[in-house]
């Protein structure tokens, strides 16, 4: 279970491999390093991306909205 899986999947644009993810137990709000000295979780990359699908997926899986990254984001 590792939270870059989920980020990679939304990278990716892979909404089913979000819902294989979170399945298997990963949480959805989990904050992941993006290698910039900050952390993010899923939603906020899908909504950087303006990923629609992959917004939706993700609230429907569980993911919160106000969820804040690291820096307060």
């Known amino acids: 279970k590792s939270p870059r ?3 990679w999947a939304c990278a990716h644009n892979a909404p089913i491999c979000c819902s294989i993810i979170v399945s298997a137990g ?3 709000n989990v904050l992941v390093n993006n290698g910039h000295d900050s952390a993010i979780t ?3 990359l899908a909504a950087y991306q303006n990923n629609l699908v992959l917004i939706k997926k993700l609230v429907t899986l569980g993911a919160r909205v106000n969820v804040p990254a690291i820096t307060g984001e």
């Open 42 to 44: 899923p939603l906020c």
């Open 5 to 7: 899986a989920l980020l």
């Open 26 to 28: 990963l949480d959805p």
